[in-house]
């Protein structure tokens, strides 16, 4: 009696682990499979000849604009004012940030500490 009650327990057990395993792998297979379907068909899409023109004209569109741009960038050695002298240009290449000291008052133009003319 008591040998059927531990073994109809075990069994059980054994069941549910089994159960629970086979449910993870079920839908680990069915995610994967979602997947792979989904990229295939995305991939379809944009490879299919129709798209493959466009795709191409984009890329040159992209690539013309970047070596464009660059060309584009004046250069601070190169330059010359009308009489052949060189005149300095204060171009940033990029946004520049004011300085830590003055971050208090963001609203100021210079990146100098403000003075405090407190008397």
């Known amino acids: 009696m008591l040998l059927n009650l531990v073994y109809g327990v075990l069994e059980a057990i054994s069941k549910a682990i089994y159960t629970t395993v086979a449910t993870i792998w079920s839908i680990e297979q069915a995610m994967i499979n979602m997947m792979m379907s989904t990229f295939l068909f995305v991939l379809g899409i944009a490879c299919h ?33 009308n009489d052949g002298g060189l005149i300095k ?19 100021s133009l210079s990146n100098d500490v403000p003075n405090d003319n407190c008397q």
Request: contains cysteine; charged residues 20%.
């Open 49 to 81: 000849p129709v798209m493959v023109i466009p795709m191409l004209l984009g890329g040159y569109y992209i690539i013309r604009n970047f070596c464009f741009r660059r060309a584009m960038n004046p250069k601070k050695d190169n330059a010359l004012d």
């Open 89 to 107: 240009r204060n171009i940033p290449l990029s946004p520049r940030l004011p300085s830590y000291r003055s971050f208090g008052n963001l609203s």
